[in-house]
């Protein structure tokens, strides 16, 4: 079993900035990938942001050049910088663990961007 705390949502208005960090209970290193998915109102969940191990990441065609994931091996801890957030980026964000056990989801957290 993997844990996944996720923390930096909120309301914040477009243009603005956000970070999300999402803690996992074992070492990331036994993670791959790890990341970030969302579900706007009205749609499917999708791919935000996910990282491999070795560094490689995958991002959203919507999120390309101003959302930016990253890791802390340390603090079993990714990140999503989020920038020049729009108001169609509002949604709930989930954390995402894979590893050879199945995959694993987070409870999710809000992100509320405002016109």
């Known amino acids: 079993q993997v844990q996944l705390v996720e923390s930096g949502g909120g309301l914040v208005q477009a243009g603005g900035s956000l970070r999300l960090s999402c803690a996992a209970s074992?070492?990331?290193?036994?993670?791959?990938?790890m990341g970030w998915y969302r579900q706007r109102p009205g749609k499917q969940r999708e791919l935000v942001a996910v990282?491999?191990?070795?560094?490689?990441?995958t991002y959203g065609d919507s999120v390309k050049g101003r959302f930016t994931i990253s890791e802390d091996n340390a603090k079993n801890t990714v990140y999503l910088q989020m920038n020049s957030l729009k108001p169609e980026d509002t949604g709930l964000y989930y954390c995402?663990?894979?590893?050879?056990?199945?995959?694993?989801w987070g409870q999710g957290t809000q992100v509320t961007v405002s016109s």
């Open positions: 995402y663990a894979e590893r050879w056990t199945g995959g694993y």
């Open positions: 074992i070492t990331i290193r036994d993670i791959d990938p």
């Open positions: 990282i491999h191990n070795g560094g490689a990441t």
